[in-house]
């Protein structure tokens, strides 16, 4: 994809559905009885990792592209795949999945892609262990492949190492068939989409400052679900409309959680134009209007609880942070090291090769700003990494000179439209 900087964005957008909430809802859809409806459900590929494991589960998920109906089968309906089931390059359905999976009465192998292979699953595979759960990485190395042989499990409490919602969720999920109460306390508390939907679901499951407690279920209750559009993709015309001149955007129906709110609360200590008006809305999770307009923004230091809230918009913050006036820094943020590329090099590198002025970190980076230089447009390895590659098309737009996105076509994992909806708001 090359993208050539931009006059300035205008116009009203809606970003594609959450997609942690995506991923829950076709779980949850199919652990609970009866027909779960689901709008605005995220068409990425990764949620589509998700539908086709669970199909493979013997699950009957409809999905026109409008909405997804989720025939489900009740906590004890799954039945053994045939055969391997693919997450693609999906973390999420990797952690939560082998949480429902250590449970099952029949073994699964679990596998996806170079990257996924990468990441760590010792951080699932410790706490789920602990609970009785039978889970090996087939390599012996921490990664997927997984095999796992699903057996009766114990409640356990968890103090975790990390704030990571896919950790506290795939522990949360066996929960639901332990033989006793499972709590899980986090450094940071992470995304609680989880928890909310659990609390719908009709699980009996409760929050004390960072530590989430789960009662084992009997039965959940399908319900329809309205996905809110997800605020880690709204991030990018977020940052758009901000540095490139003549800007003002609107996006609509915007999920704004309070665990996932962070990019907005960047936007506020940097000074930006950023309007919001929330809308009443049925669901547990808040939503709002979130207008944007051209701002001259200021430096940063971004670091410990407010990571957790805003660690997949780090991408696009590193390059909002390279036209604020001063030096950004951030820190307490090594899980960049562990995500679908190491984010910490792919946006420093970059971010280098664009000329910005930007040194990494053990847990981060410090970006020295300059409001008045535009970027230089430069070849960007995106690593197959879709949070970079948005990323740097939103740099390439305040750039000068061509900027050139290999691989663009990972986008398609979280936004399959995104390069559709710049174009239209791009003058
Ligand atoms: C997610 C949790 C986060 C996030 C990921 C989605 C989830 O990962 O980066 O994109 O849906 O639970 P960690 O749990 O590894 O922090």
Redesign the pocket.
């Given at each position: 994809m090359v993208v050539n900087k931009a006059n300035g964005l205008s116009g009203e957008l809606t970003v594609p559905g959450d997609?942690?909430i995506s991923?829950?809802s076709i779980m949850l859809g199919s652990l609970a009885k009866g027909d779960t409806e689901v709008y605005g459900f995220l068409q990425g590929a990764d949620c589509l990792s998700s539908i086709s494991c669970f199909r493979k589960m013997g699950i009957d998920i409809e999905n026109d592209g409008a909405r997804v109906i989720i025939h489900g089968r009740g906590l004890h309906g799954l039945r053994k795949p045939d055969g391997i089931l693919d997450v693609g390059n999906s973390?999420?359905t990797i952690?939560?999945m082998s949480g429902i999976l250590a449970a099952q009465d029949f073994t699964s192998r679990v596998n996806g892609d170079a990257s996924i292979q990468k990441r760590p699953m010792g951080r699932i595979m410790t706490p789920l262990s602990m609970m009785g759960a039978d889970i090996k990485s087939e390599n012996d190395n921490g990664c997927a492949p997984l095999i796992i042989n699903g057996t009766r499990l114990k409640g356990i409490h968890y103090d975790s190492p990390?704030?990571?919602?896919?950790?506290?969720?795939g522990v949360l999920f066996a929960g639901l068939y332990a033989d006793g109460e499972t709590s899980v306390t986090e450094p940071y508390v992470?995304?609680n989409?989880?928890e909310l939907m659990f609390r719908d679901f009709g699980a009996d499951i409760s929050t004390v400052d960072k530590t989430v407690t789960v009662k084992p279920a009997e039965e959940l209750y399908a319900r329809r679900i309205d996905v809110p559009g997800d605020i880690?993709s709204a991030a990018y015309f977020i940052a758009a409309g901000l540095i490139v001149d003549n800007s003002v955007l609107t996006i609509k129906n915007v999920g704004i959680n309070p665990t996932r709110d962070g990019m907005l609360e960047v936007c506020k200590m940097m000074s930006a134009d950023v309007e919001i008006e929330e809308k009443a809305n049925s669901s547990a999770e808040p939503v709002a209007d979130i207008t944007v307009r051209t701002s001259r923004l200021k430096a940063c230091t971004i670091g410990g609880e407010l990571i957790?809230r805003l660690?997949?918009e780090i991408p696009v913050i590193a390059v909002m942070a390279c036209f604020a006036e001063g030096t950004t820094i951030i820190k307490d943020a090594q899980?960049l090291k562990?995500?679908e590329s190491n984010r910490i090099d792919s946006i420093v590198n970059n971010l280098k090769v664009m000329g910005a002025d930007v040194t990494a970190t053990e847990d981060g980076m410090i970006i020295n700003g300059n409001p008045d230089k535009k970027l230089s447009g430069a070849a960007i390895d995106s690593k197959l990494d879709h949070r970079i590659a948005m990323s740097f098309t939103i740099a390439g737009l305040n750039a000068d000179g061509e900027t050139e996105i290999l691989n663009s076509e990972c986008v398609d994992i979280s936004y399959p439209n995104f390069y559709e909806t710049l174009r239209k708001l791009c003058r």
């Open positions: 997609k942690s991923h829950r973390g999420t952690r939560l990390v704030a990571s919602a896919q950790v506290k969720s992470s995304r989409h989880t880690s957790p660690i997949d899980e562990v995500k």
